[in-house]
Nanobody, 125 residues
Framework: QAPLVEAGGGLVQTGGSLRLSCVVSGRTFSALGWFRRPPGKDREYVAAISWSNGLQYYADSVKGRFAVSRDKVKNTVYLQMSSLKPEDTALYYC????????????????????WGQGTQVTVSS
């Protein structure tokens, strides 16, 4: 089984909500990140969470609207998205880092060695 498997994407209207999930298996990660790739653009950072203590980090574009959390029992990371906007439309990826997060830029794609296949989120206007 792939170490990171996302689910929960879909089509939602502006102002709506979605919850993405990322099931973690086979690896121990120090941090999990969420990234997205909008149509025609590069992959961009959305949020990250420390697996051990649950500290959360957010991109300015989603702060106050998105919330990242993890469930250690279910080995799952969530991204709760609210007040969605058309510009949130993207393919959303879960990423995992196995090394220490101390001194690490969790906003950088290069900080993560494992990636899920992505789940599509489309926000209609």
């Amino acid at each position: 089984q792939a170490p990171l498997v996302e689910a929960g994407g879909g089509l939602v209207q502006t102002g709506g909500s979605l919850r993405l999930s990322c099931v973690v298996s086979g690896r121990t990660f120090s941090a999990l990140g969420w990234f997205r790739r909008p149509p025609g653009k590069d992959r961009e950072y959305v949020a990250a969470i420390s697996w051990s203590n649950g500290l959360q980090y957010y991109a300015d574009s989603v702060k106050g609207r998105f919330a990242v959390s993890r469930d250690k029992v279910k080995n799952t990371v969530y991204l709760q998205m609210s007040s969605l906007k058309p510009e949130d439309t993207a393919l959303y990826y879960c990423a995992g880092r196995t090394n220490t997060i101390i001194g690490t830029n969790l906003r950088a794609t290069t900080s993560y060695g494992y990636w899920g296949q992505g789940t599509q989120v489309t926000v209609s206007s």
